[in-house]
């Protein structure tokens, strides 16, 4: 009560008290917003006068009193109503007959409440006691919309009545007030959150306190039940009005039942009218605008503006918005659900004929249940779209749901129910085709608009289902003059096919006829992103091109919205050797998401795609573990008994990062399961049998491979687009065919390829350097692999350019120029194993040398050894056969350029496999034979 006391100047109220002893008769009316504190203030006069020895007579106006005769009047003097003859003479008899004694305070609580008799009797008080020791202090709140008693209006605004506004409590007697619960430490810090979000209302803050006050050893009774909820809708407002409240209410303050029944407080002491529109503001959940809001409610545009301005005062709203959810939200639970579906109805078409915005119409839509009038689905449909470019999936499938209720006519239905289909492919591609089967006969039949039905279309394709695909986007046919919709859509399907699903080619053409409507270029960023892919893949794409996904990347947005355009774009640049900034997107989009790695989150197709795409990124850059996980996630989320286009890209990445690592066994439980032959007919099929065949090579199948990359060329040649970036299968094919000896026909293939780029694609030409130096003579591979090493380095392929120094080394070991091989084998091995390479540092480096060339005497002994000796590893053969000839293990380091460590650890693993104890006991298992020098 002090701190209300300190709110209006305490001299004030002593200077009613001071006139009345005076026998100077004061009148003071105490006003200002509800629950701001004037009962506790007339209780503390009230105190200070009978202290003082003053008589004290009080009375409340009451609601249920309000139309007793002298209902009031009684509570000041009990016979009043009854007894006395002429109540207002008798009245202010019995009043000055006390006043004669001592000073009299009459307190009036509520006074507009107060019934009309007790308002006569009061006004006639108030105009003789002016000689009198009589002070009489009545609150009153001005109750908007309801008329005023001219009774009441006399009594109030009398020349000689004082008036006491009381105010809500600053800034700084909200501190005052935290203090007296929270203690003084940080009390400066949390009062402006509660100032922030109560105006300074005492009520609202102590509700707040008393939310936020935990008991022993417990959380936050409101923090626990809704705090992260209302901090995150509390933000978004913030964020949407720049409103200065929300810097200040940085302090975490949740709301709970106390507070929620402050509110309920002010808004019925502010009357019905009052209520009826505050009611309404929480409807809109938008800045209010007064002739809106007037137009809603049916009150006056000047009535709606002082409710306005009074609920602000109140603590309730700050300026167009209420200061926290929770407010609107208690104000709502007191409506029936028909009551406020029934208004929410009458919102929408009112904010629909005031030109609002999609989403605001949509807003009260979505609360209010399906309504058939013909401008709802349009609606609708625009803020579905509109939620799913800011990434709000659950309004989009809400809005399409509800639009697709909203229907009159059949066709819409279908073709709402196949976007929705389309929105729920996004969030859970895993569990969405039986959607799009059972679209398939609507839109068979007509019954589906041609833009939604080529939605389909495409998902069809990702499934795999590409009769299915054809036959729809056939139905589809030409798109017609001005429908620019479906022109944008048939562009997207088409270059859809001819990027992703190449061989499915087929059906009737999808492009616009001439005389179309054609798409503007700028229209749409899907269909500008699938171009750039679409020039990339025919090297047909400058840096200008490039650039273009570049900019489609700056302007998408981290949600499923923009998945059909981020996702050709980083392809662009991925087929492009762009491997940098293809990496830096990938990792921004996925910092976005707050999962870094694409691991946790909604198990919707943003993660599983851009995973996807990660775990290309990192397996072309040389992180293989990497690549392996990133992959073996998005296999984990989308489920890997189902076929589609993301999974076989995923299997393949996951393959050859598998076999780059050494690890055989997982490769080859990938392949272990039957693919589908659709999986052939599109670009992640070449990525699956560029990976089978690495596996096959790997493993010394060397025909199986060379089939499986020249199958990657035949696809690629047929469908004309052939780059190497896309599948390297001329370089794939030549390393096999020199394998099997067929040195000739490798050189052919390395130097086609490297005639045939069109475009400056780093990773690629130094793959095609290396394949070549490796069918050259051996004292050209230096030169040719020293050029190798630049556009891989500029690339960011780490892995091969592990390959392409590895074989340096060996070209110069092989030529006898011991240090340029040392150091080139050193940086192999350094690169081999951040990749985490084994076969490429665990390897020689002089793989195109004989085994081993230990001269003694002029000799050079080859090693033939027994069948024990199979069972060794290149690596550890040729330690093996180094220390049957006595070399020390620092002699064998320095030979093999290796570490002393490694040596000793390949002899632990010859001694196991060998079943023999040390090296002394090697010559009785390797059998050794004197032969020419070469």
């Keep these: 009560m002090s701190l209300i006391e300190r709110e209006i100047p305490e001299s004030q109220l002593d200077d009613v008290l001071a006139e009345a002893a005076r026998g100077q008769g004061a009148v003071a009316v105490l006003g200002g917003p509800p629950a701001t504190g004037k009962t506790a203030l007339l209780w503390r006069l009230a105190e200070r006068a009978a202290a003082a020895g003053a008589v004290v007579l009080s009375a409340t106006g009451s609601g249920e009193e309000h139309g007793r005769p002298y209902g009031t009047l009684g509570q000041l003097f009990p016979d009043a109503g009854t007894a006395w003859r002429d109540p207002a003479r008798a009245l202010h008899a019995a009043v000055t007959d006390l006043a004669a004694r001592a000073t009299v305070l009459i307190i009036v609580d ?42 009441l209006q006399e009594l109030v605004y009398r020349p000689n009545v004082r008036w006491l506004h009381l105010r809500p409590l600053s800034q700084d007697g909200v501190r005052r007030l935290v203090a ?39 959380a936050r009774p409101a923090e626990k039940a809704q705090g992260s909820v209302v901090r995150k809708a509390q933000r978004g407002a913030e964020a949407k009005e720049g409103s200065g409240s929300g810097a200040a209410a940085g302090e975490v303050v949740g709301a709970g039942p106390a507070y929620a029944q402050a509110v309920l407080v002010c808004l019925h002491r502010m009357g019905p009218e009052v209520t009826r529109i505050a009611r309404n503001v929480a409807l809109l959940d938008d800045p209010v605008d007064p002739h809106l809001l007037a137009r809603l409610t049916g009150a006056g545009g000047g009535l709606v503006r002082r409710t306005v301005r009074h609920l602000t005062e109140a603590g309730l709203l700050d300026g167009p918005r209420f200061r926290h959810p929770a407010a609107r939200q208690a104000i709502l639970e007191g409506l029936h659900a028909k009551d406020e579906a029934e208004l929410r109805r009458r919102a929408a078409r009112l904010l629909h004929d005031e030109g ?65 289909a389309a929105v729920h492919w996004l969030v859970r591609p895993a569990t969405s085709a039986p959607a799009f089967t059972a679209l398939k006969a609507p839109i068979m039949a007509g019954k589906v608009r041609p833009d939604c039905a080529l939605e389909v279309a495409q998902a069809m394709l990702w499934y795999l289902r590409f009769d299915d695909a054809a036959d729809v986007i056939g139905r589809v046919g030409e798109p017609r003059a001005g429908d620019p919709g479906t022109a944008v859509m048939a562009g997207i399907t088409r270059l859809t096919v001819e990027t992703m699903f190449p061989g499915v080619g087929t059906g009737p053409r999808t492009a616009p006829a001439a005389d179309a409507e054609r798409p503007p270029p700028m229209a749409a960023p899907e269909l500008r992103a699938l171009e750039t892919l679409s020039a990339v893949l025919r090297q047909s794409a400058d840096d200008q091109v490039i650039a273009q996904a570049e900019q489609v990347l700056q302007g998408s947005h981290c949600n499923v919205g923009s998945l059909m355009a981020i ?19 990938c990792d921004r989009f996925l910092a976005d998401t707050g999962t870094p790695d694409g691991s946790d989150g909604e198990d919707g197709a943003w993660q599983t795609f851009l995973g996807g795409f990660s775990a290309l990124v990192a397996l072309r850059t040389g992180h293989l573990d990497a690549a392996v996980e990133r992959a073996g996630r998005v296999l984990d989320r989308i489920g890997r008994h ?32 039957p693919v589908p032959v659709e999986v052939f007919s599109t670009t992640a099929g070449l990525h699956y049998l560029y990976a089978r065949g690495r596996h096959h090579l790997a493993n010394e199948r060397e025909h199986a491979a060379l089939a499986d990359f020249m199958a990657c060329g035949e696809h690629m040649l047929h469908w004309d687009i052939d780059t190497p970036s896309l599948v390297p299968w001329r370089t794939a094919a030549a390393e096999a065919r020199l394998r099997l000896g067929e040195h000739d026909g490798a050189a052919d293939l390395a130097a086609e390829q490297l005639g045939g780029f069109r475009a400056e694609l780093p990773r690629a030409r130094g793959m095609t350097l290396r394949c070549l130096a490796a069918a050259s003579p051996p004292e050209r591979r230096p030169g040719i692999l020293e050029s190798a090493l630049r556009p891989l380095e500029r690339s960011g392929a780490r892995y091969e350019l592990a390959q392409a120094l590895t074989d340096l080394g060996a070209a110069y070991h092989e030529l006898g120029d011991r240090p340029r091989a040392q150091a080139a084998t050193r940086r192999a091995r350094r690169l081999a194993k ?17 085994v081993v060339r230990a001269t003694g005497g002029g000799r050079v002994i080859p090693i033939h050894h027994s069948d024990a000796y199979g069972d060794l590893s290149d690596s550890e ?58």
């Excluded at 049957?884 to 093999?896: C, D, M, P, T, Y």
Aim: with cysteine.
């Design 110 to 151: 509520d006074l507009q409440h107060t019934d009309e008799e007790s308002l006569r009797c009061l006004r006639y008080l108030t105009h003789r006691i002016t000689s009198d020791r009589v002070a009489v202090v009545m609150a009153w709140e001005n109750r908007l919309g309801q008329e005023q008693s001219p009774t």
């Design 180 to 218: 007296e619960r929270h203690g003084p430490a940080g009390a400066a810090a949390k009062a402006a959150a509660y100032h922030a979000l109560t105006g300074g209302n005492p009520l609202l803050t102590a509700a707040l306190l008393r939310d936020n006050t935990p008991a022993a050893g417990t």
């Design 356 to 420: 609002a915005p999609a989403g605001t119409v949509a807003r009260q839509l979505l609360h209010a249940g399906p309504l058939k009038e013909d401008w709802v689905p349009p609606v609708l449909e625009e803020a579905a779209r509109q939620a799913l470019h800011r990434g709000d999936v659950a309004c989009a499938v809400r809005c399409l749901r509800i639009a697709s209720e909203s229907c009159t006519v059949e066709t819409e239905r279908y073709s709402l129910k196949a976007k929705l």
């Design 567 to 585: 996702g050709p774009s980083l392809l662009s640049l991925i087929y492009a050797d762009r491997l940098e900034s293809a990496a830096a997107w």
């Design 642 to 673: 189902g076929w589609n286009a993301t999974t076989v890209l995923a299997l393949a990445t996951q393959a050859e990062a598998y076999t780059a690592l050494g690890d055989h066994a997982a490769a080859a439980g990938l392949f272990a399961e």
């Design 834 to 850: 951040s990749c985490n390479a084994r076969d490429l540092y665990e390897e020689a480096p002089a793989p195109h040398a004989p």
């Design 877 to 934: 053969r040729r330690v093996a056969l180094l220390a049957v000839q006595g070399f020390s293990n620092r002699e064998i380091a320095g030979k093999l350029f290796v570490t002393v460590s490694t040596v000793e650890q390949h002899l632990t693993r010859v001694y196991r496999k060998m079943k023999v104890r040390n090296r002394a006991e090697l010559p009785t298992v390797l059998r050794l034979e004197d032969v020419e020098a070469v």
